[in-house]
T-cell receptor, first 115, second 116 residues
Framework: AQKVTQAQTEISVVEKEDVTLDCVYE???????LFWYKQPPSGELVFLIR????DEQNEISGRYSWNFQKSTSSFNFTITASQVVDSAVYFC????????????WGAGTKLIIKP | ETGVTQTPRHLVMGMTNKKSLKCEQH?????MYWYKQSAKKPLELMFV???????ENNSVPSRFSPECPNSSHLFLHLHTLQPEDSALYLC???????????????FGPGTRLTVL
């Protein structure tokens, strides 16, 4: 069955600390797509990244980096030198043929960055 | 305007009212989606349209009625709602659907709906 687990319900760190948000996925498909979205208090879901199952190369975008490991079915998200503006709920999601190409969402991790 | 816009941003309605939510995307995408986000529940996909044709209806009650007149516009018509329908309704669009590239979805700001 398709499933996305974000075990961390809420994380609170002080500004400038590094923080890693965990995402573990389950799928029987060999081809699938993984996503991270950010939802600030305004409510809009902001697309951050998409990863294809056949591309395990890690990605860095400014202070954001993603670690995709098929061996552990994980797609973790790290924010380096966190800032107050990073405070939001972060969602991990998965899409595959087995889910009829519907996004399967994790429950989200609320990230609080304290000044 | 750019991206995905939704109106109204906030809506309060009684159970006997009829109202409509509007979504417009300015990205030239072919697929549009309605999601419901309730407190402490995962995002729920309600409807999917691809090239104006409805491709998914995830067992949504008939008091929610979608309409997609063209690839840029999506409506959600509401009538005789229940208080448990109070939620954030999010619209999204994507260039393509399914197991292809360009399948990432871009979301609007949502409509916060309260049913009294």
């Amino acid at each position: 069955a398709q499933k996305v687990t974000q075990a961390q319900t809420e994380i609170s760190v002080v500004e400038k600390e590094d923080v890693t948000l965990d995402c573990v996925y389950e799928t029987r498909d060999t081809t699938y797509y993984l996503f991270w979205y950010k939802q600030p208090p305004s409510g809009e879901l902001v697309f951050l990244i998409r990863r294809n199952s056949f591309d395990e190369q890690n990605e860095i975008s400014g202070r954001y980096s993603w670690n995709f490991q098929k061996s552990t079915s994980s797609f973790n998200f790290t924010i380096t030198a966190s800032q107050v503006v990073d405070s939001a709920v972060y969602f991990c999601a998965q899409l595959s043929m087995d889910s009829n190409y519907q996004l399967i969402w994790g429950a989200g991790t609320k990230l609080i960055i304290k000044p | 305007e750019t991206g995905v816009t939704q109106t109204p941003r906030h809506l309060v309605m009684g159970m006997t009212n009829k109202k409509s939510l509007k979504c417009e995307q300015h990205l030239g995408h072919n697929a549009m989606y309605w999601y419901k986000q309730s407190a402490k529940k995962p995002l729920e996909l309600m409807f999917v349209y691809n090239f104006k044709e409805q491709t998914e209806n995830n067992s949504v009650p008939s008091r929610f009625s979608p309409e997609c007149p063209n690839s840029s516009h999506l409506f959600l018509h509401l009538h005789t709602l229940q208080p448990e329908d109070s939620a954030l309704y999010l619209c999204a669009s994507s260039q393509a659907m399914g197991g292809t590239l360009n399948n990432e979805q871009f979301f609007g700001p949502g409509t916060r709906l309260t049913v009294l």
